[in-house]
């Protein structure tokens, strides 16, 4: 059995459901994401136990590229990650019509299989590929199903791929430099490569413009709030859930093994500018008139704190940066959701025209509550397990990092409970508000038992992550 | 062994199991039946902790409960535990204890609310996240609790959500307390990097074993750790959001916000008394802080004419006395503080709460009075209450506070004239609300009047048994002899030898307090008896007492220097950085586009301009190959 299996079935799933039509093309997108899922938890077990599930083909000879597919444990966490939330993800639009169905939940799989490519691929230009190859399918989901006014949406969401392409290409020149140095892509041969400072600090640099617009890291944020209020809802899940987390993933499998000196040289500036993120957006989504918008900006102030944690190059960064990641996937979803819920009944995500929510529907407030507060990181969630780790690594390099950083738990609260009493709480709303449906009970369920059970017991992902980001370490640290 | 975790996790698990019933069935169950489940569940935490309690005071062994490993880190392994020893059998008496009495009292007293159960499971939840702070093993355990607490506490201010002031105060709470938290939790980043641990008692060893210690490190997190301590017992400058908390139902300002939550602050500083001990400067801070405090919220206290504004404020001052006393060391004589205004201000909140029952949701002291007659078990609980807080000798407080008072003058006269003011102000608003609202004539409508009557048997007897408790709870600690001092020696390194001698100082110091109390009782009798005042409308309050009314306009201070600034800060951003980001990112695409075009006019296929540009090119070669020679 070996982990390409998984990309087979989402590349399949993605050809069956375009084929079956619109009127099946939901439930066999669920069906295949379901069948991807449970492969990866047959392989999980299979890794476990401590088999060999990774691959290399020779593919292409001149030049040398490569097939190949590392499953170490934390491709494995982030594989995981991408097939559970895709079926989530599938299932939450299904109270929704959606105009050429076929091509929309083709293009979902499509993503998770360009997705999990870049979260497996041991190849430079394969991860590349992967890499480019994401965007193509997002791109037409935020283009042809999201909201609002066509020209306006079409202008944000040509910029998205714009620039975020432009920002991949210095990456594809640093690849073919590195080539150039090792004669192959493979990663582990790059891990061995001895460059010069200067050369590091380059390919350093060419990694982050590719990773800082992809996470957001700021300044390079500008594209995010825009596309994330204007795609549909499943498109910004797939971008804030899982997409925004091929950067950060690359940061740490990518950009500080290569250039380990680099990293350690200026770590301090990139850490800053990951906190800088972190008060910036929490302040930016203070005001935000936009229930879409005020999210997208939160998401922009928990990925700063991940990024800050990774920059530390200590364990404690990299495995807190890591749980975050999986932690912020979870809870980003489920709000965003959260906040699709409210669209279908009030058609309007403009947070002064809601209000009045909880008086109706009591479950439905519940809900959402859990999930205001695992995003605010309250201890027994997920979100606080990784965000104590990446605050305690933070305090580790300088105390002051760990202040500023930790003015989240304050910011945080104030924009999310703000959001909060203006969306749900207060007098009677005149519209009416029916409570969840059972289809949507489930998708929020799963995603809060999720957060609730490893809040409390994170032990078995921070036991599969620890020995890959340990061999991580251990390359940044030859020197 | 075995037993006694099973144990633990019942007297943890206990609510949280009510809590689930409640939330799951409650609605179908009925308003009683879930009103019984609630306070069954507490009942059972108190009586396995009696059991508990029992076994330490004959072994004086602490019991350790380690369940499994739960967030690891580099240096530290913090796992979910639990320990059970002299300080958290202590606190846990108390909050079982006067928990299930609140959660009594409240089947009658929310009886009329449509959301009876839904109060039910978040009081049943508080006291599991209350169980969890106290009972941890070490400070993340106690932060699990400690937050969650935080979140109880601002469900149930926002109880009755669609009043949105009621939801201000709640996100109020929520947020200072955050940022009191934030405090906490760097304190213990310190503390885990100095230490490698969090847990209490490897924490103990480790200090006690410690040679060549950083005390400014140490002192550092002594600071970030009280500025948590602030943020949940509402000292300055973090304090303003108790007052507002008043908003949620009485039981809860009774339970949460003056007998358990708002304790936790002194609960986690005499934890952690041999971190203290070592930081001289902080415990200084300590000490200036809770005597301000103590005095800032007295006063306020004076001209305030909400009877529970009132309760609210003196918890202030009273909690800025307990820590005015672990400023100087004196844990148990906090402590003993802390339990005996559990006693007497839960009595005192549950009183009020019987009152504003009977006249129907009124809490404006203006239109009560007289109230005496009809509501005769309220007053007189209520009025040994107000003697036991205004130190009236022989009730409880009059013993804790005298040791408090004690303590100041034993290492500061400055502090001790500021808490004895404290004091005497205290017995001055206590009596001042005691015959504004008990004496005299009905001041309310004709309505109100002709309803008038006392509350039922279950919002009496807590009443009563707590009256009881406020009363002989000073008896725990006697000066010269206490039980209270002997039973918590084992978690305080200083060896007892500070015991109190009464000699002539003593018996002073105790007459000057006994008679400040009483000059306060006096004044407010001459006040509010003999000249009958009462307290002008909002309009006509003019000075010194407007001044007062409005709370030395802290917050409005506080809204114009944090919440405003971070609010123009935040449009500002908006506005201006965020378009003129994107407004770059656009123009770097316009440039590229630019060159293009621009580019494009270069090949227009003229044979002439080609040529040109070839033979400049060629000149501007070979002047850089001759140059370059």
């Known amino acids: 059995m070996n982990v390409s299996l998984i990309l087979i079935i989402l590349l399949i799933g993605a050809f069956a459901t375009y084929f079956v039509g619109d009127k099946l093309a ?54 995981l990650l991408t097939v559970a939330l895709t079926p989530i993800i599938i299932f939450s639009s299904f109270g929704n019509e959606y105009k050429n169905a076929k091509g929309f939940y083709a293009l979902i799989l499509f993503m998770a299989f360009a997705m999990t490519g870049t979260f497996l691929a041991a190849d430079g230009l394969l991860y590349y590929i992967f890499w480019e190859l994401s965007l193509i399918p997002i791109y037409f989901i935020a283009l042809i199903w999201g909201n609002g006014d066509a020209e306006e949406r079409r202008k944000a969401v040509v910029k998205f791929f714009i620039y975020t392409l432009a920002g991949s290409l210095f990456m594809l020149v640093a690849f073919i430099y590195l080539y150039q140095k090792a004669g192959s892509f493979l990663i ?67 950009q500080l093994p290569i250039a380990p000196l680099a990293a350690k040289e200026y770590m301090n500036i990139f850490i800053a500018l990951g906190i800088a993120g972190v008060i910036y957006g929490s302040i930016v989504a203070l005001r935000q008139k936009d229930l879409k918008k005020l999210l997208a900006y939160s998401s922009l102030a928990h990925v700063g704190l991940i990024a800050a944690g990774t920059y530390t190059l200590t364990l404690d960064g990299l495995r807190g940066a890591v749980l975050q990641m999986i932690a ?89 409970l703000k959001m909060f009493q203006n969306v749900m709480l207060g007098d009677a709303n005149s519209k009416t508000f029916a409570d969840v449906s059972v289809n949507e009970g489930i998708s929020l369920v799963v995603i809060i038992a999720v957060l609730i059970f490893f809040g409390f017991y994170p032990k078995p992902i921070t036991d599969l992550i620890t020995p890959s980001l340990e061999t991580i370490l251990n390359v940044i640290n030859k020197n | ?109 929310m009886h009329d609310d449509e959301n009876m159960h839904k109060f039910f499971s978040y009081l049943n939840l508080f006291v599991f996240f209350m169980i969890t702070l106290v009972m941890g093993s070490n400070l993340l355990v106690l932060f699990i609790g400690w937050e969650g607490v935080g979140l109880c506490s601002y469900l149930l201010i926002g109880f009755w959500y669609k009043n949105q002031d009621y939801n201000d105060a709640a996100k109020k709470a929520f947020i200072m307390n955050r940022i009191g938290d934030l405090g906490l939790l760097i304190g213990m980043f310190i503390l885990g990097s100095m230490f490698s641990t969090l847990d209490y008692a490897t924490l103990k060893t480790a200090i006690a074993g410690a040679t060549n210690l950083n005390i400014p490190l140490l002192s550092l997190a002594a600071l970030c750790l009280f500025i948590g301590a602030c943020g949940k017992s509402a000292q300055i400058p973090l304090y303003t959001w108790l007052p507002d908390a008043m908003a949620g139902p009485t039981p809860v300002s009774a339970l949460i916000h003056a007998a358990t939550m708002v304790t936790a602050g002194i609960f986690m500083v005499t934890r952690l008394n041999f971190v203290f001990d070592l930081a001289p400067d902080v415990q200084t801070v300590i000490a200036v802080i809770g005597a301000v405090t103590s005095l800032v919220a007295a ?36 402590v003993f503080h802390v339990i005996t205004h559990a006693f007497f201000k839960a009595c005192l909140f549950l009183g009020s709460g019987s009152v504003i029952h009977g006249l129907h949701g009124e809490q404006d002291m203006r239109k009560m009075g007289g109230l005496r007659k009809a509501m005769p078990v309220t007053f007189w609980t209520m009025l040994i209450s107000s003697l036991a ?66 509350s039922d048997g279950l919002i009496t007897f807590p009443l009563m048994i707590l009256a009881l408790l406020a009363t002989f709870g000073g008896l725990i600690s006697l000066p010269g002899n206490s039980w209270l001092n002997d039973y918590l020696a084992p978690l305080f390194t200083k060896v007892a030898g500070e015991e109190h001698h009464l000699g002539t100082t003593e018996y002073t110091l105790m007459g000057i307090a006994v008679a400040g109390g009483l000059l306060g009782i006096l004044i407010a009798y001459i006040k509010y008896f003999k000249q009958d005042n ?96």
């Open chain 1, 26 to 79: 939901s439930k066999v997108a669920l069906f295949f994401s379901l069948a991807a899922l449970g492969c990866s938890l047959v392989l999980l077990s299979h890794f476990n136990a401590g088999e060999n599930i990774s691959l290399i083909n020779a593919w292409i000879t001149q030049p040398k590229i490569s097939f190949a597919l590392n499953a170490d444990g934390l491709a494995i966490a982030m594989l």
């Open chain 2, 389 to 454: 807080i205004s130190g009236v000798p022989f009730f409880s407080g009059f013993f804790s506070k005298d040791e408090i008072l004690m303590t100041a003058f034993h290492h500061s006269i400055p502090l001790y004239v500021v808490g004895s003011i404290a004091s005497i102000l205290t017995a001055f608003y206590m009596f001042r609300l005691m015959f504004l609202t008990f004496f005299k004539e009905f001041r309310g409508t004709e309505e109100q009047k002709y309803h008038l009557h006392e």
């Open chain 2, 534 to 629: 009462v307290p002008e409308s909002d309009e006509n309050i003019t000075g010194l007492t407007k001044v007062l009314y409005n709370k030395y306009y802290v917050d409005e201070i506080y809204d114009v220097i944090f919440v405003r600034s971070v609010n123009v800060l935040s449009r500002f951003f908006r506005d201006y950085i965020e378009t003129g980001l994107s407004a770059f990112v656009f123009g770097l695409g316009k440039v590229t586009n630019e060159i293009g075009f621009q580019g494009k006019k270069l090949q227009n296929g003229s044979i002439g301009l080609y040529l040109f540009a070839f033979v400049l090119g060629l000149c501007a070669i070979i002047s850089y190959i001759f140059l370059a020679q």
């Open chain 1, 328 to 416: 912020h996937g979870f809870v980003v979803v489920g709000l965003f959701y959260a906040a699709e819920i409210i669209f279908r009944r009030f058609e309007t995500r403009k947070i002064s025209e809601l209000g009045g929510i909880r008086i109706q529907s009591p479950k439905f407030t519940s809900m959402f509550l859990i999930l205001v507060l695992a995003s605010v990181a309250l201890p027994s969630t997920f979100n606080f397990v990784g965000e104590f780790t990446v605050l305690y690594s933070l305090s580790q390099i300088n105390v002051w990092f760990a202040v500023l950083g930790g003015t989240t738990i304050i910011l945080g609260a104030y924009y999310m």
């Open chain 2, 299 to 334: 006063t306020i206290g004076l001209v305030q004419t909400d009877i529970k504004k009132v309760l609210a404020y003196s918890t202030v001052s009273q909690l800025g006395l307990m820590f005015l006393a672990l400023g100087f060391g004196a844990y148990e004589v906090a």
């Open chain 1, 188 to 254: 582990e041969d790059l891990y061995k490569l001895n460059l010069s400072p200067t050369e590091q600090l380059w390919i350093f640099l060419a990694f982050f413009l590719a990773y800082a617009i992809k996470i957001p890291i700021i300044p390079f944020h500008t594209w995010q709030a825009n596309v994330y209020q204007k795609a549909p809802t499943v498109g910004t899940m797939l971008l804030s859930g899982i997409m925004l987390k091929m950067g950060l993933y690359s940061v740490i499998r990518w």
């Open chain 2, 1 to 109: 062994m075995e037993m006694n975790t099973n144990l633990a996790l019942v007297l943890v698990l206990a609510p949280f199991l009510g809590f689930l019933i409640n939330v799951f069935f409650g609605k179908s169950l009925g308003k009683t039946v879930s009103g019984i489940i609630g306070t069954a569940a507490v009942v059972v935490s108190f009586a396995v902790t009696l059991f508990f309690f029992s076994e330490i005071t004959q072994t004086k062994q602490a019991i350790q409960v380690t369940l499994f490993d739960w967030i690891q880190i580099s240096n530290l392994h913090i796992n979910l535990g639990f320990l059970l020893d002299q300080l958290s059998l202590l606190w846990l008496l108390f909050v079982t204890g006067i928990g299930s009495l609140i959660h009594l009292y409240s089947i009658s007293y």
